[in-house]
């Protein structure tokens, strides 16, 4: 690790726009920072002032709709455009939000969008094409009017922009799928128009869209384009998970929409991958590698002057410094880090990276709430979208807290209590603190998982927790510690069920299974298609087991909570890839030397095993609470010893009732 990030600390220019570093943020839209009548709501300028705060050079706003004549007003709301008086109450929240940027030295650029096409019922398309998710709804198609009266309202958004006081514009987007998207891609643009045929005929509403903001706002007003380099898709509904069989955009014609881009007058090209039929390439789970972007960038800076801006799955900070350097990209867009830790910047310029709150592309906070039309968050920083009102105060009086377990909510409690200024005893009964995030972070696709629990373990340091291992908490040593208020974060345990051969050698709890990787052997049946069994089944068939899954319901993932689609996609397109046999509506009923016995649709058979993975649910550990009423101090149960759920749950349930106490 270096200590001084000088490449990413040093300025750079979108145009005339100079950026005081190489952080810019990925457009993430949260849902909740543009109110109805089109202004910033007042928790959107604390949202976009948190991250300036924490260092952030060029602020990015997520997709703002333009269109408010042709396309149905879909899941990212009505258009700021809509009416003078919206575009009024958009100035005027601007000039506020802009005021408090500026003294950050931050700059901030609106992203504009052109429409969702295919990606949200309601709107329309470049040809008729099936909606995302289904085969026989198909969406309308743009007239030739209509794609022009799309492309001034899209002009005459970056002039409101303008006049609002930015200083430029990123254009949603040639990614994801999205209109502009379908537009330049011969899967999805089958038009005979203008705006249709070749590639330049493809990429016409984009261009147009270009020289009418540059013709109507002037060249020193910047444009920077949002663009996936490399789609990975096979078809409608089809992604591809190792890149062959590109049906929508290849890394060739990428870089090719990169010289008509350049050639167009666009500022600067903010790059990534993917689309909703590849959601997995678009908004990268954990299991997509950590810096992956960094080839298919380099070969778009290879062919363009103007900055490219590489995002997705960045933030390894030093290999991000190293193609900064060599002029492999020119800056880093992050996204959901930044809803992770918006002090990430400030972080690295100080010298200090390790102290970022690592975001372990879950998207169980960010994208999942999103889809499920609430306010998207982040997993492991509840604050997020709520950055001041929801924001830890200094206690009134200084209390002695006990935390009781130093699994995530233990750690988050005591770290949250702690800062307050409360004194604060966390009791762990192993000689190792993180629970579940031990066991949780031993796939080989789980760094960010041990980084976060190692972020905990210097957050308990720096703020002072008494931290005492190896100690069983009783009701008689809780009193003794004579707290104000002791907090139960005790846990849970994996499910074993009472079936014959459960006690076999061959059978391995997954806990133990991801623990004791030397005990796994070469066949595995995993009894559980959750997201746990999934996960340990993935790891395996990674590093080269053969895997059969075993699932009690008619598919798998789909017990437990809710596993964002990104996630749940890859995991079903990988096991495809390996050719993982899944066996759903079937029940595991012993364990025998020869493997499991399971019973499906089929009927009874014995898969061959030399290792039975267990993986069939969590239930809460036996909690103190009753043993502790009366005794004179508040009790809080959180976490799993509440209710069993995920890092995103535990971490909430924690802070809430941590910043309170
Ligand atoms: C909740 C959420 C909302 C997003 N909204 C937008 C958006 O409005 N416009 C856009 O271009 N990308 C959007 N993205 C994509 C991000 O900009 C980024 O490409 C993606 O999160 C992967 O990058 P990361 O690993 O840095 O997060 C969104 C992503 C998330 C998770
Ligand atoms: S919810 Fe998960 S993926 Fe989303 S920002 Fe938070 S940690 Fe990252």
Same mark, same amino acid.
């Given at each position: 690790?270096?200590?001084? %990030?000088?490449?990413?600390? =040093?300025?750079?220019?979108?145009?005339?726009?100079?950026? $005081?570093?190489?952080?810019?943020?990925?457009?993430?839209?949260?849902?909740?920072?543009?109110?109805?009548?089109?202004?910033?709501?007042?928790?959107?300028?604390?949202?976009?002032?948190?991250?300036?705060?924490?260092?952030?050079?060029?602020?990015?706003?997520?997709?703002?709709?333009?269109?408010?004549?042709?396309?149905?007003?879909?899941?990212?709301?009505?258009?700021?455009?809509?009416?003078?008086? =919206?575009?009024?109450?958009?100035?005027?929240? =601007?000039?506020?939000?802009?005021?408090?940027?500026?003294?950050?030295?931050?700059?901030?650029?609106?992203?504009?969008?052109?429409?969702?096409?295919?990606?949200?019922?309601? /709107?329309?398309?470049? =040809?008729?094409?099936?909606?995302?998710?289904?085969?026989?709804? #198909?969406?309308?198609?743009?007239?030739?009017?209509?794609?022009?009266?799309?492309?001034? #309202?899209?002009?005459?958004?970056?002039?409101?922009?303008?006049?609002?006081?930015?200083?430029?514009?990123?254009?949603?987007?040639?990614?994801?799928? %999205?209109?502009?998207?379908?537009?330049?891609?011969?899967?999805?643009?089958?038009?005979?128009?203008? %705006?249709?045929?070749?590639?330049?005929?493809?990429?016409?509403?984009?261009?147009?869209?270009?020289?009418?903001?540059?013709?109507?706002?002037?060249?020193?007003?910047?444009?920077? +384009?949002?663009?996936?380099?490399?789609?990975?898709?096979?078809?409608?509904?089809?992604?591809?998970?190792?890149?062959?069989?590109?049906?929508?955009?290849?890394?060739?014609?990428?870089?090719?929409?990169?010289?008509?881009?350049?050639?167009?007058?666009?500022?600067?090209?903010?790059?990534?991958?993917?689309?909703?039929?590849?959601?997995?390439?678009?908004?990268?789970?954990? %299991?997509?590698?950590?810096?992956?972007?960094?080839?298919?960038?380099?070969?778009?800076?290879?062919?363009?002057?103007?900055?490219?801006?590489?995002?997705?799955?960045?933030?390894?900070?030093?290999?991000?410094?190293?193609?900064?350097?060599?002029?492999?990209?020119?800056?880093?867009?992050?996204?959901?880090?930044?809803?992770?830790?918006?002090?990430?910047?400030?972080?690295?310029?100080?010298?200090?990276?390790? $102290?970022?709150?690592?975001?372990?592309?879950?998207?169980?906070?960010?994208?999942?709430?999103?889809?499920?039309?609430?306010?998207?968050?982040?997993?492991?920083?509840?604050? +997020?979208?709520?950055?001041?009102?929801?924001?830890?105060?200094?206690?009134?009086?200084?209390?002695?807290?006990?935390?009781?377990?130093?699994?995530?909510?233990?750690?988050?409690?005591?770290?949250?209590?702690?800062?307050?200024?409360?004194?604060?005893?966390?009791?762990?009964?192993?000689?190792?603190?993180?629970?579940?995030?031990?066991?949780?972070?031993?796939?080989?696709?789980?760094?960010?998982?041990?980084?976060?629990?190692?972020?905990?373990?210097?957050?308990?340091?720096?703020?002072?927790?008494?931290?005492?291992?190896?100690?069983?908490?009783?009701?008689?040593?809780?009193?003794?510690?004579?707290?104000?208020?002791?907090?139960?974060?005790?846990?849970?345990?994996?499910?074993?069920?009472?079936?014959?051969?459960?006690?076999?050698? $061959?059978?391995?709890?997954?806990?133990?299974? @991801?623990?004791?990787?030397?005990?796994?052997?070469?066949?595995?049946?995993?009894?559980?298609?959750?997201?746990?069994?999934?996960?340990?089944?993935?790891? @395996? +068939?990674?590093?080269?087991?053969?895997?059969?899954?075993?699932?009690?319901?008619? /598919?798998?993932?789909? /017990?437990?909570?809710?596993?964002?689609?990104?996630?749940?996609?890859?995991?079903?397109?990988?096991?495809?890839?390996?050719?993982?046999?899944?066996?759903?509506?079937?029940?595991?009923?012993?364990?025998?030397?020869?493997?499991?016995?399971?019973?499906?649709?089929?009927?009874?058979?014995?898969?061959?095993?030399?290792?039975?993975?267990?993986?069939?649910?969590?239930?809460?550990?036996?909690?103190?609470?009753?043993?502790?009423?009366?005794?004179?101090?508040? +009790?809080?149960?959180?976490?799993?010893?509440?209710?069993?759920?995920?890092?995103?749950?535990?971490?909430?349930?924690?802070?809430?009732?941590?910043?309170?106490?």
């Amino acid at each position: 690790m270096q200590d001084n %990030y000088e490449a990413l600390n =040093s300025p750079f220019s979108i145009g005339k726009v100079q950026v $005081k570093n190489r952080f810019v943020m990925a457009p993430t839209t949260t849902g909740a920072y543009l109110a109805p009548d089109g202004s910033f709501s007042k928790e959107g300028i604390e949202y976009f002032v948190r991250r300036a705060q924490g260092g952030m050079g060029l602020v990015q706003t997520g997709a703002l709709m333009t269109d408010y004549k042709i396309d149905e007003p879909g899941a990212l709301g009505p258009s700021f455009m809509a009416t003078p008086a =919206s575009r009024h109450a958009f100035a005027v929240s =601007s000039a506020a939000l802009l005021a408090r940027l500026e003294a950050y030295g931050a700059k901030m650029f609106i992203q504009i969008s052109a429409g969702l096409g295919r990606n949200s019922v309601g /709107s329309y398309g470049p =040809s008729a094409n099936p909606y995302f998710g289904t085969t026989d709804k #198909m969406n309308p198609v743009l007239t030739t009017e209509d794609v022009r009266e799309k492309i001034k #309202m899209m002009v005459d958004a970056a002039r409101v922009v303008q006049q609002a006081g930015y200083p430029g514009v990123e254009l949603h987007a040639i990614h994801w799928g %999205y209109l502009l998207d379908q537009m330049a891609s011969s899967l999805t643009n089958r038009r005979t128009d203008e %705006y249709g045929g070749d590639l330049r005929g493809r990429m016409r509403m984009c261009t147009q869209i270009v020289q009418g903001i540059k013709e109507s706002c002037g060249d020193d007003f910047a444009v920077s +384009v949002r663009l996936g380099l490399k789609a990975y898709v096979r078809g409608f509904n089809q992604g591809s998970i190792d890149g062959e069989g590109e049906a929508y955009r290849t890394l060739e014609e990428g870089v090719q929409i990169c010289r008509i881009l350049e050639e167009a007058g666009v500022d600067a090209l903010d790059v990534d991958t993917g689309t909703y039929d590849s959601f997995y390439y678009a908004c990268p789970p954990t %299991y997509v590698r950590r810096g992956y972007m960094e080839e298919l960038a380099r070969a778009a800076k290879e062919a363009v002057d103007i900055p490219v801006i590489c995002g997705s799955r960045m933030g390894d900070v030093d290999a991000d410094e190293r193609c900064i350097e060599e002029g492999a990209f020119d800056a880093i867009a992050i996204g959901r880090p930044m809803l992770a830790d918006p002090d990430l910047p400030k972080k690295i310029a100080i010298g200090r990276p390790d $102290k970022i709150r690592p975001c372990i592309a879950c998207n169980q906070g960010c994208l999942l709430r999103l889809f499920q039309g609430l306010p998207s968050g982040c997993a492991v920083n509840p604050l +997020v979208g709520r950055d001041k009102d929801y924001a830890p105060t200094p206690a009134l009086a200084r209390k002695s807290v006990v935390v009781v377990g130093g699994g995530v909510a233990g750690m988050e409690a005591a770290r949250t209590c702690a800062m307050r200024g409360h004194r604060v005893t966390l009791l762990e009964k192993s000689d190792d603190l993180g629970g579940h995030l031990i066991s949780g972070g031993a796939h080989d696709f789980k760094g960010e998982v041990r980084e976060l629990n190692l972020w905990y373990q210097g957050e308990l340091e720096d703020w002072g927790v008494d931290v005492r291992m190896g100690v069983e908490a009783t009701p008689e040593l809780v009193d003794g510690l004579a707290p104000d208020a002791v907090i139960l974060a005790n846990g849970s345990s994996a499910v074993m069920p009472p079936i014959p051969g459960i006690d076999h050698p $061959k059978t391995l709890g997954c806990i133990d299974a @991801l623990l004791h990787e030397e005990r796994v052997g070469q066949r595995v049946v995993v009894v559980g298609g959750g997201l746990v069994g999934c996960e340990i089944s993935l790891d @395996l +068939v990674n590093k080269g087991h053969d895997v059969t899954i075993v699932e009690a319901l008619p /598919s798998i993932l789909s /017990s437990g909570p809710a596993v964002p689609l990104p996630n749940a996609m890859y995991l079903r397109d990988a096991f495809a890839h390996h050719g993982t046999p899944i066996l759903t509506s079937t029940r595991i009923s012993s364990v025998t030397d020869a493997g499991a016995v399971v019973q499906g649709p089929d009927g009874v058979r014995t898969l061959p095993a030399d290792t039975v993975v267990i993986a069939v649910g969590f239930r809460p550990n036996p909690s103190l609470a009753p043993s502790l009423r009366g005794h004179g101090y508040e +009790v809080f149960e959180i976490g799993d010893e509440r209710q069993v759920g995920n890092i995103l749950t535990a971490i909430w349930d924690a802070y809430e009732v941590a910043h309170t106490i």
